[in-house]
Protein backbone atom coordinates (compact mmCIF):
# COMPACT_ATOMS: atom_id res chain seq x y z
CA UNK A 1 0.00 0.00 0.00
CA UNK A 2 0.91 3.59 -0.76
CA UNK A 3 2.51 5.63 2.00
CA UNK A 4 1.82 9.10 2.24
CA UNK A 5 3.90 11.34 1.45
CA UNK A 6 2.40 14.21 3.33
CA UNK A 7 1.34 13.60 7.05
CA UNK A 8 -2.35 15.07 6.39
CA UNK A 9 -5.53 14.28 7.82
CA UNK A 10 -6.94 14.17 4.35
CA UNK A 11 -4.38 12.50 2.23
CA UNK A 12 -4.17 9.37 5.70
CA UNK A 13 -8.54 9.39 5.08
CA UNK A 14 -7.83 9.07 1.60
CA UNK A 15 -5.52 6.34 2.24
CA UNK A 16 -7.13 4.48 4.19
CA UNK A 17 -10.27 4.93 2.10
CA UNK A 18 -8.19 2.63 -0.62
CA UNK A 19 -6.65 -0.11 2.20
CA UNK A 20 -10.20 -0.51 2.93
CA UNK A 21 -11.42 -0.69 -0.55
CA UNK A 22 -8.95 -3.40 -1.84
CA UNK A 23 -9.01 -5.20 1.71
CA UNK A 24 -12.59 -5.94 0.31
CA UNK A 25 -11.02 -6.32 -2.85
CA UNK A 26 -8.94 -9.36 -1.45
CA UNK A 27 -11.66 -10.39 0.62
CA UNK A 28 -13.68 -10.92 -2.73
CA UNK A 29 -10.67 -12.90 -4.94
CA UNK A 30 -10.15 -14.94 -1.84
CA UNK A 31 -13.48 -16.40 -1.42
CA UNK A 32 -13.88 -16.52 -5.67
CA UNK A 33 -10.37 -18.16 -6.06
CA UNK A 34 -8.63 -18.78 -2.70
CA UNK A 35 -9.12 -22.75 -3.37
CA UNK A 36 -7.68 -23.23 -6.81
CA UNK A 37 -3.93 -22.54 -5.60
CA UNK A 38 -1.82 -23.13 -3.28
CA UNK A 39 -0.70 -21.39 -0.73
CA UNK A 40 2.92 -19.96 -1.25
CA UNK A 41 5.03 -22.16 1.69
CA UNK A 42 6.15 -19.07 3.52
CA UNK A 43 2.25 -17.66 3.27
CA UNK A 44 0.57 -17.42 6.37
CA UNK A 45 -3.20 -18.65 5.46
CA UNK A 46 -6.03 -16.34 4.78
CA UNK A 47 -6.72 -14.88 8.36
CA UNK A 48 -3.98 -15.43 10.15
CA UNK A 49 -2.15 -11.95 10.31
CA UNK A 50 -3.65 -8.65 11.01
CA UNK A 51 -3.15 -7.86 7.81
CA UNK A 52 -4.45 -8.76 4.64
CA UNK A 53 -1.58 -8.25 2.33
CA UNK A 54 0.11 -10.23 4.90
CA UNK A 55 -1.29 -13.30 4.34
CA UNK A 56 -4.21 -15.96 2.14
CA UNK A 57 -3.87 -16.18 -1.75
CA UNK A 58 -3.83 -12.62 -2.88
CA UNK A 59 -2.16 -9.29 -2.12
CA UNK A 60 -3.95 -6.34 -3.29
CA UNK A 61 -2.90 -2.79 -3.23
CA UNK A 62 -2.14 0.41 -5.12
CA UNK A 63 0.87 2.96 -5.44
CA UNK A 64 1.30 6.06 -6.60
CA UNK A 65 2.06 7.25 -9.64
CA UNK A 66 3.18 10.82 -11.28
CA UNK A 67 2.12 9.71 -14.23
CA UNK A 68 5.14 11.43 -16.22
CA UNK A 69 5.19 9.73 -19.86
CA UNK A 70 1.70 8.33 -19.82
CA UNK A 71 -1.48 9.21 -21.02
CA UNK A 72 -3.88 8.70 -17.92
CA UNK A 73 -1.69 11.20 -16.16
CA UNK A 74 -1.19 10.75 -12.58
CA UNK A 75 -3.45 8.04 -10.54
CA UNK A 76 -2.76 4.88 -8.62
CA UNK A 77 -1.95 1.60 -10.10
CA UNK A 78 -3.33 -1.25 -9.46
CA UNK A 79 -0.89 -4.63 -7.64
CA UNK A 80 -2.82 -7.68 -7.50
CA UNK A 81 -0.34 -10.84 -6.76
CA UNK A 82 -0.91 -14.04 -6.39
CA UNK A 83 1.74 -15.83 -3.70
CA UNK A 84 1.59 -19.04 -5.19
CA UNK A 85 4.45 -21.11 -6.75
CA UNK A 86 2.24 -23.05 -9.17
CA UNK A 87 1.98 -21.97 -12.38
CA UNK A 88 -1.22 -19.84 -13.08
CA UNK A 89 -2.27 -19.42 -16.73
CA UNK A 90 -2.64 -16.12 -18.20
CA UNK A 91 -6.21 -16.50 -18.65
CA UNK A 92 -6.85 -16.88 -15.30
CA UNK A 93 -4.76 -14.10 -14.68
CA UNK A 94 -6.73 -11.82 -17.24
CA UNK A 95 -10.09 -13.02 -15.26
CA UNK A 96 -8.63 -11.98 -12.06
CA UNK A 97 -7.66 -8.65 -13.33
CA UNK A 98 -11.16 -8.04 -15.08
CA UNK A 99 -12.51 -9.26 -11.92
CA UNK A 100 -10.55 -6.93 -9.64
CA UNK A 101 -11.29 -3.51 -12.20
CA UNK A 102 -14.54 -4.38 -12.54
CA UNK A 103 -14.67 -4.25 -8.35
CA UNK A 104 -12.99 -1.48 -7.68
CA UNK A 105 -14.79 0.42 -10.99
CA UNK A 106 -17.90 -0.45 -8.95
CA UNK A 107 -17.07 0.56 -5.46
CA UNK A 108 -15.25 3.76 -6.51
CA UNK A 109 -18.62 6.22 -6.59
CA UNK A 110 -19.18 4.84 -2.55
CA UNK A 111 -15.61 5.08 -1.70
CA UNK A 112 -15.06 8.53 -2.93
CA UNK A 113 -18.05 10.41 -3.29
CA UNK A 114 -18.37 13.27 -5.78
CA UNK A 115 -15.41 12.69 -7.48
CA UNK A 116 -14.99 11.30 -11.05
CA UNK A 117 -12.71 8.59 -10.87
CA UNK A 118 -12.23 5.66 -13.17
CA UNK A 119 -9.99 2.51 -13.81
CA UNK A 120 -8.77 1.87 -16.84
CA UNK A 121 -5.40 -0.07 -18.65
CA UNK A 122 -2.26 2.45 -18.66
CA UNK A 123 -0.03 0.91 -20.94
CA UNK A 124 0.91 -2.54 -19.35
CA UNK A 125 -0.96 -1.54 -16.05
CA UNK A 126 -4.39 -0.71 -14.97
CA UNK A 127 -4.68 2.57 -13.02
CA UNK A 128 -7.00 4.91 -10.63
CA UNK A 129 -6.98 7.83 -12.22
CA UNK A 130 -8.96 11.33 -12.14
CA UNK A 131 -10.04 13.91 -9.96
CA UNK A 132 -7.26 12.42 -7.05
CA UNK A 133 -8.19 16.24 -5.24
CA UNK A 134 -8.17 15.92 -1.45
CA UNK A 135 -10.86 18.73 -1.18
CA UNK A 136 -14.04 16.17 -0.75
CA UNK A 137 -12.98 13.77 1.74
Avoid at 22 to 28: G, K, R, S
Avoid at 82 to 87: C, G, I, P, R
Avoid at 103 to 121: A, G, I, N, Q
Wanted: hydrophobic share 35%.
Amino acid sequence: MVTPVVDHPKTRAWIQSLKNLFDEVDDYLEETYGHLYPLHPARPARGETANKTQDGLFNVGARFTPGYGSKKGRGYILEIDMVTLADVPEETIERIEDDVVRYVSSRLPEVFPHRDLEVTRDGPVFKIHGDLSLGHL
